[in-house]
């Protein structure tokens, strides 16, 4: 077999690959005979048709099939003989393959790049920094209380905090539109799940009263046709609600499953979880800094194949979460909006795999294991779900790879600079100590609102 090796632009290379014919036709010949005793044909005997008929009906067809099977092989013996790595599938082209000539095809593929680490301790990284006080415990524990409160029906106007259940009518200059009314709506008033004209205007209203006010919708409001609009809205309150708080009660430590101790254990019990999430919450943190610096550090030559690849996959899941939310239709999704994430995944990627093959870094199972029993610990069976992960080859992998990611992260914050940012334990968490000051503000927002992801008025009105 002989090979040419020609670079043609950057990383891809094309082979030209030459198997003498002697070697060729050897190969058709044996795929024949084997065929002749298998092939049934009118006027034959099974196992006595002769090789001259089989050829004249089959050469054809199995010289095809032997060429493709013989491009595999010879493909794969090239790059080892040449020691090169293949970045993706190659396109594989016939150049000659007629009785009587050597059989001669290109391989064209793109190559790994050479990737040179740079000196990690150029890396720049803040990590924050937070005590657990008191007072954080009180609020967490506050919380669960929200959790899990009752409603009891009161006969007295609508106040801050009531959940109440109302039948509503919009008119848009003065006529109805679609999506505008419902009947037996249920909200909290100043939750941020209705607008906030909405939740004035039902303010005030008691059981059996009726309001008519107007609503102005935001500027950017998602449907575009109230974006900014003022409608008038006719509401009638069918219920009001007030909510209450369950006691610091045995029964409630036990719904936690602190059966001894009393309120000391159950706060102990919601320190070391909040400890937990704290750590998680730092600890995710400092790994998108280090990928980030690890893109900006590194400017690689990226095989084309690998971000057309990535830019398919994102775009696949994004379609796959428009399938989950129910979304009609499959959107049009050009693949370069993916292209700018799909590089910087590709060129991180190759960074993180040359950190573990120059470091020696190898999942230990010790850790795998502790990264599973971590995960499965919320369950109500631990080792059944421990059990699940060691049954399933695909599962297991994805922890693995989730260990080595981590060996990773730890060898860059081991090597670059990291300065602590002290915050509060709440800040941490959502990630306000780290944020720019224009995404402090828009965090703060968020957070005074209490607004879902999909607008609240769109959710509950037009």
């Known amino acids: 077999m002989q090979i040419s090796i020609e670079t043609t632009a950057g990383l891809e290379r094309r082979l030209t690959i030459s198997v003498p014919s002697e070697a060729f036709e050897q190969k058709i010949s044996e795929r024949l005979g084997e065929a002749a005793t298998r092939v049934r044909l009118p006027g034959f005997r099974p196992g006595r048709v002769p090789m001259k008929e089989v050829r004249r009906r089959f050469g054809q067809a199995v010289r095809v099939e032997v060429a493709g099977e013989l491009m595999q092989s010879s493909f794969v013996t090239a790059i080892r003989q040449e020691d090169l790595n293949p970045a993706g599938q190659p396109s594989l082209e016939v150049v000659q393959m007629d009785p009587g000539n050597d059989f001669e095809f290109t391989a ?9 680490l740079v000196n ?21 524990i506050e919380r669960l209380r929200e959790q899990r409160k009752t409603w ?3 006969e007295r106007p609508a106040a801050e905090g009531d959940r109440v259940t109302i039948d509503f009518v919009g008119r848009l200059d003065g006529e109805p539109f679609e999506g505008g009314s419902a009947e037996g709506q249920q909200f909290v008033i100043g939750a941020g799940q209705m607008i906030e004209d909405f939740d004035r205007g039902v303010r005030g209203l008691a059981p059996g009263q009726q ?3 107007d609503a102005t919708f935001p500027a950017d409001y998602r449907a575009e046709q109230l974006a900014g609009k003022t409608v008038t809205f006719d509401v009638t309150v069918r219920q009001v609600e007030a909510s209450r708080l369950p006691e ?27 400890q937990r ?17 690890l893109n900006a550090l590194h400017n690689i030559q990226l095989p084309r194949t690998m971000i057309e690849r990535e830019m398919e996959a994102l775009r696949q899941q994004m379609l796959q979460q428009f399938r989950m939310y129910g979304s009609a239709g499959q959107p049009d999704l050009p693949l370069d909006l993916f292209r700018e994430q799909a590089e910087r995944r590709v060129n991180v990627g190759l960074v993180v795999s040359e950190i573990v093959r120059s470091a020696n870094l190898a999942a230990d199972p010790a850790q795998v294991r502790a990264r599973i029993e971590q995960l499965a610990e919320g369950y109500a069976d631990p080792q059944q779900v421990v059990n699940w992960y060691y ?19 730890d060898h860059v914050l081991a090597a670059a600079r990291v300065a602590e940012v002290p915050g509060s334990y709440q800040d941490v968490i959502s990630g306000k100590t780290l944020a720019p000051e224009g995404a402090e503000a828009g965090a703060e927002r968020g957070a005074a609102t209490g607004a879902e992801d999909q607008p609240a008025a769109e959710q509950q009105t037009p």
């Open 211 to 213: 309001g008519t006010f």
């Open 152 to 154: 009891e029906t009161v």
């Open 277 to 293: 999430e704290l750590e998680d919450a730092v600890r995710k943190q400092l790994k998108s800094q280090v990928m980030d610096q």
């Open 120 to 140: 990690l301790g150029k890396a720049e990284l803040r990590k924050p920094v937070a005590e657990i006080t008191e007072a954080d415990v009180d609020q967490m």
């Open 391 to 409: 049954s399933n080859a695909e599962q297991l992998e994805q922890i693995e790879l989730a260990v080595l990611e981590d060996l990773v992260v």
């Open 108 to 116: 064209t593929f793109e190559v790994f790049p050479l990737v040179e």
């Open 248 to 274: 610091l009660d045995d029964a409630f430590f036990e719904a936690f499953a602190v059966s001894d101790g009393g309120i000391e254990a159950l706060r102990a019990d919601v320190r070391r979880n909040m």
